[in-house]
């Protein structure tokens, strides 16, 4: 529960919601599904704003890009039969991981898997590996878009809102997701039990030639490091090479010298640098038998 709440808010317009978050910044905040939120004890909030009535609960496909509006449910993505193998079905997947209960991913919204839990989301390397991009109207009532890693690197993410002064960069409304072509992509996570959350997830977004070799890739980990995080080294090292069990082996153990691992109460940092290549390889091994 929220200890200091004093005001709540249920505007109709996303203007008008835009206005309170900036007339209190540091201490009125979303509320969406309020899953995440309402089960903290965070004393900092004072004031919430509860954007259920602003119609941004959308799902669409248009011009090859799947349209997810903010307070879109992981139960819906789940049940739209346009996204079942929508980017080899990673998006679904990792909306299913997200919680093994139906009913918490029927009030569990994307929004707030991507600002509120976004270190902790399976969704987060999924849509990191599909180049996902967000569309916000910043507190100035400026509409803006960018990639969701750049999104996670603004002041309000890098440093936490808690007791750190930072404000939010604004309302999210929409996240935009492009469909890769001609490419084989692929989900793995690792968990202490089915409903906890992931101790290390992980997903890839390849494409081959005709000759099965990689001509992209895009390699991604969700409760890994500190944000969610491409692996950069790894990426290159793929490039221009067909994913025999040798290159499979070898990139298992490519690019970790640039991440630090998390330790926390529920892995160490050296669990999770154990595990990290084992479920790297084991993506691989699948896009390698999709080329």
């Given at each position: 529960m929220?200890?200091?709440?004093r005001?709540?808010?249920?505007?109709?317009?996303i203007?008008?919601?835009?206005?309170?978050?900036?007339?209190?910044?540091?201490?009125?905040?979303?509320?969406?599904g309020?899953?995440?939120?309402?089960?903290?004890?965070?004393?900092?909030?004072?004031?919430?704003?509860?954007?259920?009535?602003?119609?941004?609960?959308?799902?669409?496909?248009?011009?090859g890009?799947?349209?997810?509006?903010?307070?879109?449910?992981l139960?819906?993505?789940?049940?739209?039969?346009?996204?079942?193998?929508?980017?080899?079905?990673?998006?679904?997947?990792?909306c299913?991981?997200?919680?093994?209960?139906?009913?918490?991913?029927?009030?569990?919204?994307?929004?707030g898997?991507?600002?509120?839990?976004?270190?902790?989301?399976?969704?987060a390397?999924?849509?990191?590996?599909?180049?996902?991009r967000?569309?916000?109207?910043?507190?100035?009532?400026?509409?803006?878009?960018?990639?969701?890693?750049?999104?996670?690197?603004?002041?309000a993410?890098?440093n936490?809102?808690?007791?750190?002064?930072q404000?939010?960069?604004?309302?999210?409304?929409?996240i935009?997701?492009?469909?890769?072509?001609?490419?084989?992509?692929?989900?793995?996570?690792?968990?202490?039990?089915?409903?906890?959350?992931?101790?290390?997830?992980?997903?890839?977004?390849?494409?081959?030639?005709?000759n099965?070799q990689?001509?992209?890739?895009?390699?991604?980990?969700?409760?890994?490091?500190?944000?969610?995080?491409?692996?950069?080294?790894?990426?290159?090292?793929?490039?221009?090479?067909?994913?025999?069990?040798e290159?499979?082996?070898?990139?298992?153990?490519?690019?970790?010298?640039?991440?630090?691992?998390?330790t926390?109460?529920?892995?160490?940092?050296?669990?999770?640098?154990?595990?990290?290549?084992?479920?790297?390889?084991?993506?691989?091994r699948r896009?390698?038998?999709?080329?």
């Open positions: 929220l200890l200091n709440l005001k709540y808010y249920r505007p109709r317009s203007e008008a919601a835009v206005r309170l978050l900036s007339a209190n910044p540091e201490r009125c905040v979303v509320l969406a309020g899953t995440h939120l309402l089960a903290s004890s965070r004393r900092d909030v004072e004031e919430v704003v509860d954007i259920s009535s602003l119609k941004l609960k959308m799902l669409k496909r248009e011009n890009a799947v349209h997810i509006g903010a307070t879109t449910t139960q819906s993505i789940l049940e739209n039969p346009r996204l079942v193998k929508f980017a080899g079905g990673i998006l679904v997947g990792a299913r991981r997200n919680s093994v209960s139906r009913m918490v991913r029927n009030q569990r919204t994307v929004g898997e991507i600002c509120a839990n976004w270190k902790r989301s399976d969704l390397a999924v849509l990191l590996a599909l180049s996902a967000v569309k916000l109207m910043t507190l100035s009532l400026e509409e803006k878009e960018m990639s969701i890693s750049d999104f996670w690197s603004m002041p993410f890098r936490g809102r808690k007791g750190s002064g404000v939010p960069p604004g309302l999210l409304l929409e935009v997701v492009s469909a890769p072509t001609s490419s084989c992509a692929a989900f793995e996570h690792i968990e202490q039990i089915e409903s906890q959350p992931s101790l290390v997830s992980a997903a890839a977004v390849l494409a081959f030639d005709g099965r990689c001509t992209e890739a895009r390699v991604a980990l969700g409760s890994f490091a500190d944000m969610p995080c491409r692996l950069p080294q790894l990426e290159s090292y793929l490039q221009g090479k067909v994913l025999t069990p290159v499979i082996e070898s990139a298992g153990s490519t690019g970790w010298d640039e991440i630090r691992p998390l926390d109460a529920q892995a160490s940092g050296s669990y999770r640098q154990a595990i990290a290549p084992v479920l790297i390889r084991r993506l691989l896009c390698s038998k999709e080329a």
